[in-house]
């Protein structure tokens, strides 16, 4: 549908960014000094905490004896889950009568990893040593591990007052799904199976945490990456105001992906701990630990049907959602599914659907944050749907997606789900990636490498990236009656700060707070800043630092969701226009002219029209600091501005489940050639092409990089990373010798181009590019390994394609 643009378009930016060779990151990083949070000097008062976790995947807890740890040398603590649950609650979550989710377990265990003690030690060796000593008994109860198997009657229930391991369910419809299927000439069908998977940054969860009596309050450095939403849950479970809990991120982070947002709950357990002991406390996860206990995306079982006409037309679609979240349902889920619901037509035409989506318990690792959070499963079941449509009808898969694009005037369009998509030219993406690989060309060496005996396949995705969520689009959980109460405090919006000013230097100082973990944010925010205030890149200084206490924050701050080159970039944009429009109010009273006759260009404010008469920011720098008596006292003479930036185009839900739930919508065109071993089954891609729109790209290189990254973490998830679990809730792939990882050996020849549409709601005309391939890559490849197979009758259903799974579909296949 559709529509004109209901929101006040932002002003369309021209100016070109400067670009730089490399990073201004890069020289600490490349000399070693970089702060990561083990590098943080900390008190000799300080503790380190080493974690007692459950060997069992379903237990009783009988005993927890901390005593005889307090006996071992240098251990000072000792405290079992009653003894934590004394200073720290449960953590609350979105949905109503959700089993308690505590950081250490009291009388039963859920999953393998799960905490049920902590010892705190004069150092790490000792810690351990202590947790060695502590005397567990445990009572093992069945375990379950498939999210069907869980919905069944007679499942072990991992709550027995809960009374059902599903834990939270929403019918959501949209159009007029039942009119759609009576009237479709076909209808298609599809159970589909995506795993759960880990993104392993090179540096784990880490924590210092301080309680301070004076004000009964809490410091806590981390390398958490946001959102601050969940610093509510935190404060909440601490028992104090949101004030009162002080959150420092480290200055620099070793990668993250979404998964550092579920670091929350160690945060508040040291900040326990620290509070019973009356010493700092330090924890350092292993990466054990993280592979075992620390968090994961989910697990989905997906059954789509779709009502088609001859055409090759989806008219409807229906989606039986059953999302597999591990032991608890921790905030910020059911999340994951709400993904499903704001992107649910992709890029396609499709006016009418209906999700039955369910969350399900089981004795798996609980879920969180995974990059792309809930795209990659959502696109892989609507991919995998189209290419069925296609084998159905002996259609083009590139075809089918043709006659079902939107088109580029249909945009701005809002969809059947309430997503406004913003701008984009979806067949026009698509072509430049067709032309981009030389279709006939791919065609020729997959011939050329089937002659030789190689199995190969080329396969091709197309997808939505959503970007800068709205905070309100979480709250779809929740029934609609609940969301009428007069009491309910309705949730909206994207937002977030700069602070910038002219040092008495003449160089330009800006501060953001972005929790960022390698992405280039100080590099971009510099460029925005010297476009804006024409100065070279160097010579502006940018601060990227979170500190809840005296840096500005929002609820909505964090790096996820894309949301640094829309919400961040529009507020830097602002406040350093806002800074230029002082400056040259300054420098008017000293060239004796208006502010609108000057501009400012390579570091000095000069005239417009060609004069000689200039002056520096340097000089400007030293008037304000060094005589301000120069200038009249009403004069509002500033050098320093703080700015905000908030989306104009997100709004609560509405009473239909319908919600515009992100700033903007680019797009996605993927393909990838395939081939596979027949004598060993081990699948490779060969080459990979992805040409996505990004809106105005801040810094090519940068969005490259991202593009890249992103191409080899939906690789991962398709052919290697699996958090595989056995019948009793043991994880099998708990170290990186199970756990496999590729590597750069295992990255395809990439081509990578952009195609790019400016978005009429941003500052700057940007869009995401953070999340891209990581969601898209899994449908893509799997339709790769489609065609490759093609001979033997196999088609794709479930992730990851491992050479075992090949062989077993192959020799299923065969007669």
């Not at 806590?220 to 939403?229: A, E, M, R």
């Not at 809930?374 to 995998?384: N, V, W």
């Amino acid at each position: 549908m559709p529509a004109a643009a209901p929101f006040e378009e932002a002003p369309r930016v021209d100016r070109d960014f400067p670009q730089m060779r490399g990073r201004l990151e890069d020289a600490r990083l490349l000399a070693g000094r970089g702060r990561y949070i083990d590098d943080l000097p900390v008190s000799s008062r300080t503790l380190h905490a080493s974690i007692l976790r459950s060997p069992h995947a379903h237990a009783r807890i009988r005993k927890v004896e901390v005593a005889p740890a307090l006996r071992c040398t240098g251990v000072v603590a000792a405290y079992n889950g009653r003894d934590i649950a004394a200073v720290l609650d449960p953590f609350p979550t979105i949905v109503r009568h959700a089993p308690a989710y505590r950081a250490v377990a009291i009388d039963k265990v859920r999953y393998v990893g799960e905490p049920i003690a902590v010892v705190l030690a004069h150092d790490r060796y000792a810690a351990e040593d202590g947790m060695a000593a502590i005397d567990v008994e445990y009572e093992p109860l069945p375990a379950v591990i498939d999210p069907d198997v869980a919905c069944k009657p007679d499942a072990p229930l991992l709550n027995d007052e809960l009374g059902s391991n599903v834990v939270w369910r929403q019918h959501y419809r949209y159009g007029d799904p039942a009119r759609a299927f009576a009237a479709a000439e076909r209808t298609v069908r599809l159970d589909l199976t995506f795993p759960k998977y880990n993104s392993t940054p090179l540096e784990t969860f880490g924590v210092i945490a301080e309680y301070l009596p004076e004000s009964d309050g809490y410091q806590v450095h981390s390398n958490f990456q946001g959102p601050f939403s969940l610093m509510p849950v935190m404060a909440r479970a601490l028992r104090v105001p949101e004030n009162r809990l002080r959150v420092i991120i480290s200055q620099d982070i070793g990668g993250s992906f979404g998964i550092k947002a579920m670091i929350y709950p160690y945060m508040a357990l040291m900040a326990a701990c620290a509070r019973l002991s009356g010493r700092p406390v330090k924890w350092i996860e292993d990466r054990a630990e993280h592979l075992l206990a620390s968090a994961s995306g989910t697990d989905r079982k997906s059954t789509l049907e779709a009502a088609v006409g001859n055409d090759g037309c989806i008219h409807g679609i229906r989606m039986r959602i059953r999302e597999n979240v591990g032991a608890y349902l921790r905030a910020p889920e059911p999340s994951c599914v709400m993904r499903s619901l704001t992107t649910f037509c992709g890029p396609y035409r499709i006016e009418n659907g209906e999700i039955d989506a369910c969350c399900v318990l089981t004795n798996k690792l609980p879920t969180g944050l995974n990059r792309g959070y809930g795209g990659q499963q959502h696109i892989f079941s609507l991919e995998r749907l189209f290419d069925h449509v296609a084998m159905d009808m002996g259609i083009d898969p590139i075809e089918v997606r043709r006659r079902n694009f939107l088109k580029k005037d249909d945009l701005p369009y809002r969809t059947t789900t309430g997503s406004y998509y913003d701008s984009g030219d979806y067949a026009g993406c698509l072509d430049k990636l067709l032309a981009a690989v030389k279709r006939d060309q791919w065609e020729y060496e997959k011939q050329r490498l089937r002659d030789r005996g190689q199995l190969a396949g080329i396969g091709l995705a197309t997808a939505i990236h959503s970007a800068a969520s709205n905070i309100g689009y979480v709250t779809l959980a929740l029934p609609v009656d609940d969301r009428r109460r007069t009491n309910y405090n309705a949730k909206s919006g994207s937002n977030d700060f700069a602070h910038i000013a002219l040092d008495p230097s003449g160089r330009i100082r800006l501060q953001i707070g972005t929790a960022g973990a390698g992405q280039g944010h100080i590099t971009s925010a510099a460029q925005i800043a010297a476009a804006e205030l024409g100065v070279r890149v160097e010579d502006v200084d940018v601060i990227d630092r979170i500190d809840t206490e005296v840096t500005p924050w929002t609820i909505t701050s964090g790096s996820y969701a894309s949301r640094f080159s829309i919400v961040v970039a529009g507020a830097v944009r602002r406040a350093a226009v806002k800074l230029n429009a002082h400056i040259r109010a300054i420098a008017a009273y000293q060239l004796d002219t208006t502010p609108d006759k000057l501009e400012i260009a390579d570091g000095t404010v000069h005239f417009k029209e060609r004069s000689n008469r200039s002056v520096s920011l340097r000089q400007i720098a030293g008037m304000v600091q060094w005589n301000r008596g120069e200038f009249p006292l009403d004069a509002d003479i500033q050098l320093h501005v703080s700015e905000s930036y908030s989306a104009p185009n997100l709004a609560a839900p509405d009473a239909e489940n319908r919600v515009n739930a992100a700033v903007t919508y680019g797009f996605m065109a993927d393909a990838a050639l395939v081939t596979i071993d027949p004598r060993t089954c081990v699948p490779r891609v060969l080459r990979y092409a992805a040409v996505h729109d990004v809106g105005r790209a801040i810094n090519p290189q940068l969005v490259r990089g991202q593009m890249a990254g992103g191409i080899v973490h939906g690789l991962a998830g398709a052919l290697f990373e699996h958090c595989d679990y056995d019948e009793s809730g043991q994880m099998l792939t708990a170290s990186f010798m199970d756990y496999l990882c590729p590597s750069a050996a295992e990255a395809p020849r990439m081509l990578i181009d952009h195609h790019d549409v400016l978005s009429p709601f941003t500052e700057l005309g940007t869009k995401g590019a953070g999340e891209n391939s990581a969601m898209s890559a899994p449908a893509a490849i799997a339709r790769a390994v489609d065609d490759a197979l093609a001979s033997n009758g196999v088609q794709i259903t479930e992730l990851p394609i491992t050479p075992a799974a090949i062989w077993r579909l192959i020799h299923k296949a065969a007669p």
